[in-house]
C-alpha cells in the first residue's frame, strides 16, 4: 500500500509532465507543498480526513489520464527518455529506499514523543489539528506543515505505523533537491555521482542522527536554503509560473515552525534587494516589477494569520506564552540585574566560542563554523555569473550576516520564551543553532549542484566551488555517525520501546476502544515515560495528567523540579474530579507509603498495573 500511496503523490507531476510537458524535477516539490495546502485549508473547515480521500481520487485520476496521454503520445521513446533524468532517478531511488529501510522502525527521541510524533497521532485519532480540545497535545500551537505531509500517508494506510513518519518526513525533503538536479545529464556521470554524496552526507553535518530522527530542525533549514535558492535562481524570472512555485515555498516554511516566519521574512527582504538592483542596473523602477514581493508576504501573512485564527476559535493553549519583559532582557544583555539573566547570557556568549557544533576532523565552534561558511560563500560568488555578481553579493551576504540577527533573536527567545531551567542549559541549543547553519549549507549545495561545471582546459577536472562545499562536508560528517548506522538500527527502536508497548497493550486490552481519562505515574522519572506512554496509548486517552506531575511526593533530591508535591488526600481529590483511571508505570517504596492507603489492596500495588478510581468507596481498585 506504501507504494501505491507514493504513486498517488507522484501522480501530480507525472500529469503536469504528460499534458504541459513540464519536467517532473521542476513540479514535484511544489505538488508536494500543495497537498499540504489542500490538507491545511482542509482542516481548517473540519474537513481533514476528507480532504485526504479527495486528493487520492484526484490523483488516481491524474495516473490514469497521464498513462493514457502516453498511449497516444507519437514520440513515446523522446517522453520515456526525458522522464528518465538523472534527477527523477535519483528521487525513486532514494524514496524506495527509505521507504525500506525504515520498515518497522519506532520512535526513540523526547521530543518525537512530546509533538513530532504525537501530533501526527493525534490527527490520526481524531481527524483535526492538534489545536482541538480533544488533542490533549502539549504543544497545540505548533504549526503542521510536515506533519500534515504524514498524516496525508497514515490515513491511506489505515495504521498508524511510526516507520512511515520517518519515510514520508525524508522523502519530502528529497524532493527539494530536483529542480536543482535539471542541469545534470547523464553524460555527467561524475557529477552526478558526486552530487548523489553530497546530497546524502550533507543532511549529516549539523544533524548527525538526522536519517533516525523526525525533528523538524533540519528540514527547517532546508526549507529556508530552497526559497534562498529559488530567489537566487530566479532573480530574472518572475513569470506566472515561477510566482505561483516561489509562492508555494514560503507558504510552507511559515507552516513548518513559528521560527521559519522570521525566516520567510529574511528571504523577502533579500529577494527585494535583488529588485532594487535589478533596477539600478537597468535604470528604471516599475511598481508592477515588485508585485512577487506582494505575493510572498500575502502567503506568509495569510498562512500565519489563519494557523493564529484557528489557535483563537480552538481555544488551544499557546506554547511559549511566557510575557515579554523588556527591561529584564535588556539588563540581562548589558550583564546587570538579575544573577539569572546574566548566566543565561554568558553561557550563551561562552557556547558560541567553546560548544562544538562541527565533529569530523573538523571539530568546529559556531563561530569557526560560520567563517567558513564565508569563505565557501566567496568561492561561490567568485565563480558565478559576472553578470549577477552584484545580485549573488547580496544573496550570499545578506543570508550570512543575518546569521547573527538570528543568533541575537534566540538569546532574546532563551530570555523571554523558555523556562528558568531550560534557558539557564540553554536546552537544544544545537539543534536551533544548526537549523541556520544547515541552512546556509543546504543552500551552496543547491547552488553548486545547479551550476553547470566550468569548461576547464583538463576536463576531468570538477568545478571550484562544488570540490569546496563536498570537502567541506566530508570533513566535518563525524566517523561515529556512520558506526551508529552500522548498528543493529531498527531492532534498537524496537528494544527500547518494549516495555512501553507492553504497558499500552495492558491499558488497550483492558480498556477496549473506550477512551477515559488516564492518570501515568513514572516515579523520579524526568518524564520521558510519561511522553512515550502518552504517545503509545492514545488512542485510550480522553485526558491525562499534565503540569510536569507523572512523579509524586516527596522530592527525590535537590533541584528535583519533576516530582509533584502533594499529599495522598490532595492527589485523591484530583483523581475524583478529572480521572477515571490510573496506570502505575514505575513505582517505588516511598510512592507506596506516601499514596499506599487509597488502594484498596496494597498487595496490588505493582509495576504496570492499572487501577480503576471507585468514587463510590473511593479507593483505587486494581482491573
Known sequence: MIIVIFLILLSFSLYLY????????????????????????????????????????????????????FIKCKNKKDKL???????????????????????GRMLTKWDEFSHWGDVVKVMYTINDFSTSKESLSAFQSYLPGMSLFQYFWQVLLGEFNEGVLFSSYQILAFSMFLPFMTKITWKNIVKYILSIALIGLSFLVFFNMYY??????????????????????????YDKKNIIKLSLSPFLLTLTKDVGVLLAFLCIFIAFVNFIIKNIKNKQFEIKDYLPILIFLIVIFGTYFIWQLKIKISGASQAWDNPLDINFIINSLLGKG????????????????????????????????????????????????????????????????????????????YLWKFSEYEAVRLASFERYTGTYLQGLLFFMVFIVIYNDFKKVKNKNRIKMDFFAVLLFVILSVNTDTFKSYCKRGIKDTVDVRESYNLSSNII?????????????????????????????????????????????????????????????????QELDQYYDYVYLYRIDEQFISEFGDLFENTNDIKNDNLYLIDKENKKLVIV
Open 212 to 237: 533516525k530522527t523526525i525533528y523538524i530542525d533540519c528540514f527547517l533549514g532546508l526549507l529556508f536554503a530552497f526559497n534562498l535558492a529559488n530567489i537566487y535562481i530566479n532573480r530574472d524570472n
Open 338 to 413: 538579575d544573577i539569572y539573566g546574566v548566566t543565561v547570557r554568558d553561557n550563551f556568549l561562552d557556547k558560541l566560542w567553546h560548544f562544538k557544533i562541527l565533529g569530523g576532523y573538523l571539530e568546529l565552534n559556531v563561530i569557526s563554523a560560520i567563517l567558513i561558511n564565508l569563505m565557501l560563500y566567496y568561492i561561490i560568488y567568485i565563480n558565478s555569473d559576472l553578470k549577477y555578481k552584484l545580485n549573488n553579493l547580496s544573496v550570499l551576504g545578506i543570508s550570512f550576516i543575518s546569521f547573527f540577527v538570528y543568533m541575537f533573536m534566540l538569546l532574546v527567545l
Open 81 to 103: 527518455k526525458e522522464l528518465v533524468s538523472p534527477g527523477f532517478v535519483f528521487f525513486i531511488f532514494v524514496s524506495l529506499f527509505v521507504m525500506y529501510y525504515h520498515k
Open 18 to 69: 504528460m499534458a504541459k510537458d513540464i519536467r517532473i524535477e521542476n513540479s514535484l516539490p511544489y505538488t508536494f507543498i500543495s497537498v499540504i495546502l489542500v490538507l491545511f485549508l482542509g482542516g481548517m473547515v473540519k474537513l481533514l480526513k476528507l480532504s485526504v480521500y479527495l486528493i487520492a481520487i484526484l490523483g488516481i485520476i491524474c495516473f490514469i489520464i497521464s498513462i493514457c496521454k
Open 508 to 572: 488497550k486490552s483492558k480498556l477496549g476502544k473506550e477512551r477515559k481519562r488516564l492518570y501515568f505515574i513514572s516515579q523520579g522519572s524526568t518524564g520521558y515515560d510519561y511522553w512515550v506512554l502518552k504517545f503509545s496509548a492514545r488512542e485510550n486517552i480522553k485526558g491525562i495528567n499534565t503540569g510536569f506531575s507523572w512523579s509524586l511526593g516527596t522530592k527525590y533530591y535537590d533541584g528535583d523540579i519533576w516530582t509533584k508535591e502533594i499529599s495522598s488526600d490532595e492527589w485523591y
